[in-house]
């Protein structure tokens, strides 16, 4: 869920607990610092959040972008990023199992 437009504290421990991943060591990609690769493939990545009422285009288009930068340091595709309110459960199945 977002709590007053962004991640709550599961969704940002998963994104911590994601660090580890990767090693602690610094490379300059692009004028950036990225962790090093630890492993040679990791898994594509996809969010589905949970809207509150307050919730705006602009809050989702924060998190779209921390979303895409965590990925990339995470060295990973974010497939897709949906909101529960405007997809059903099945379409959000039906998406995570064509990828």
């Keep these: 869920p977002l709590v007053a437009g962004f991640p709550s504290f599961r969704v940002k421990m998963l994104m ?4 580890p991943l990767v090693h602690p ?3 300059l ?3 950036e610092c990225h962790h090093v ?12 959040l949970q809207k509150e009422k307050e919730t705006t285009a602009n809050d989702l288009k924060i998190l779209e972008d921390m979303f895409e930068r965590l990925s990339l340091n995470f060295h990973a595709d974010v497939k897709f990023i949906r909101t529960k309110d405007h997809h059903t459960s099945e379409s959000i199945a039906h ?3 064509s990828i």
Excluded: A, H, Q, W
């Excluded at 911590?16 to 660090?19: K, N």
């Design 16 to 19: 911590d607990r994601l660090i």
């Design 25 to 27: 060591y610094i490379l």
């Design 29 to 31: 990609v692009n004028n």
């Design 37 to 48: 690769k630890r492993y040679e493939k990791y898994p594509d990545l996809g969010f589905i």
């Design 95 to 97: 998406e995570i199992s």
